[in-house]
């Protein structure tokens, strides 16, 4: 039996993105950062605990508050490895922060972080001068202490990660760095360190984007309130769309063009979703969603928006399965690089309930099973990967048999409120 409908209104958790990068320009800063709104997730709570190895006073005030007394750029030697756990941006943006800081640091994570690429952030470091050691490409990894040159980088890959380390390392270098991005990503660092008074140059040129900065430069303290994460109301908004008779509102969701595919990608489905402009939170604007049940179409999504909503495709596939008709999502080698394999995992678990799916080497083709259509049934594999558990818990709702996940712990890692705002919206999961 599918779930009862979901019904109620939440306040979106914090943006785990802007979350990362509160942190690390409040300890690059000159002066006190003032967070309210960050994410207290496990990948945030490393960052923080990074930051504060590295020299920044980080003190928790209260709920979402938090204080960075800044280093004004001078890094303390950690006198420990850094353990970012399961957080790629984490690992990523801290090591481009440090590179050019003249300290030594070693970098580890998880099972999961420990598999992923690494060289597309340390080959440009080290372009820049920048000392890295890796294990093959990957954690753990030790950085000697470094002086740095500016770059002129486009990144081979589309990735808001290796831009923003690579304009994090040009603060401390010498001369002009320039990120040329075909196919803009999320634009969160270029806001901040503009916010945290950089002196940055932004031009954009189509779907393209050029980002200048020269150094050395000190950010100046800046307070911080964290708009909320387009990518964590994912899950309860496509669950409402594929569970009978829900409503649902989520206030104060991040409203970027960089973060906001998903919401266009399941407008051309069919979904029935308001948005209504919220308050401008940390130099973003932010909306009101509300999405009711809905009989959904499949859809052809455009490569080119994938940045938009590379951390989407798991819960759009549920949707996708939901819905009447083919769903084909091109443009997608970059899942294979995520906490795992995303594209065979999504495929995974919709398989498992009995969903119709084909794989290509960067394509996801679902075949519909409509409203009330997927049977269930399935146990979701997770590899330690938060969205896929998700996802698999949201398709079991909807289902006709319900779906159960093999682990739901690093659900933390993203969204530690999940079963508790999912509860809140009248939908009680337990682990199986
Ligand atoms: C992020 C960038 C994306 C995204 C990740 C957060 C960021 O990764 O998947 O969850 O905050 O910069 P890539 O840059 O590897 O695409």
Redo the contacts with the bound molecule.
């Keep these: 039996m599918p779930a009862k409908a979901l019904s109620g209104r939440l306040k979106a958790p914090g943006d ?2 802007v979350s ?1 990068r509160a942190l690390i320009l409040g300890a690059l800063a000159h002066g006190e950062t003032r967070i309210t709104g960050l994410l207290e997730s496990e990948d945030v709570l490393n960052t923080a605990k990074a930051m504060a190895a590295l020299g920044a006073g980080v003190e928790r005030t209260g709920a979402g508050a938090w204080t960075v007394l800044g280093t004004s750029g001078r890094l303390a030697t950690p006198d420990a490895p850094l353990d970012f756990g399961n957080s ?2 984490g690992v990523r ?1 801290v090591m481009g922060a440090v590179a050019g800081s003249g300290v030594a640091a070693e970098f580890v994570g998880d099972e999961s972080l420990s598999s992923r690429p690494m060289r597309r952030v340390t080959d440009p470091l080290d372009a820049m001068g920048a000392l890295f050691e890796t294990s093959d490409g990957r954690l753990p990894a030790r950085l000697s202490p470094s002086k740095l040159h500016g770059i002129d980088y486009t990144p081979p890959v ?5 831009k ?1 380390a690579i304009l994090l390392a040009g603060l401390s270098a010498d001369g002009e760095t320039c990120v040329h991005e075909p196919q803009i ?2 634009d ?1 660092t270029e806001t901040m360190l503009a916010a945290f008074g950089a002196s940055i140059d932004v031009r954009r040129d189509g779907p393209a984007s050029t980002i200048r900065l020269t150094g050395p430069q000190t950010l100046t303290a800046c307070n911080v309130d964290v708009p909320g994460d387009p ?1 964590s109301s994912a899950f309860a908004i496509v669950a409402a769309l594929v569970t009978p008779g829900s409503e649902v509102t989520l206030t104060g969701v991040m409203d970027n063009p960089a973060r906001t595919g998903l919401i266009e990608t399941l407008r051309e489905m069919g979904a029935g979703l308001t948005v209504e402009p919220g308050p401008d939170m940390a130099g973003e604007r932010t909306m009101t969603v509300t999405a009711r049940a809905s009989t959904l179409r499949g859809i052809e999504v455009p490569a080119e928006r994938a ?1 938009a909503m ?2 989407e495709y798991p819960i759009l596939a549920v949707a996708a399965a939901f819905a009447e008709g083919t769903t084909f999502m091109p443009g997608l080698a ?1 899942l294979r ?2 906490e795992s394999d995303r594209l065979e995992g999504t495929a995974a678990l919709l398989r498992a309930s009995g969903v119709d799916v084909e794989t290509g080497e960067d394509s996801l083709t679902v075949h519909g099973a409509g409203p009330g259509g997927v049977k269930g049934g399935g146990r979701t594999i997770t590899h330690h990967d938060h969205r896929l558990a998700m996802s698999g818990l949201v398709l079991g709702l909807a289902s006709r048999e319900g779906a159960s996940v093999d682990d739901v712990a690093m659900i933390a890692t993203s969204y530690p409120d999940f079963f508790a705002h999912m509860a809140g919206l009248g939908v009680q999961l337990e682990p199986a």
Excluded at 158 to 162: E, F, I, K, R, T
């Design positions: 785990k993105s990362h790629g941006t943006l589309a990735s808001a990660q290796v923003s990503t999320r969160h990518s940045p590379i951390d970059e690089a995520k």
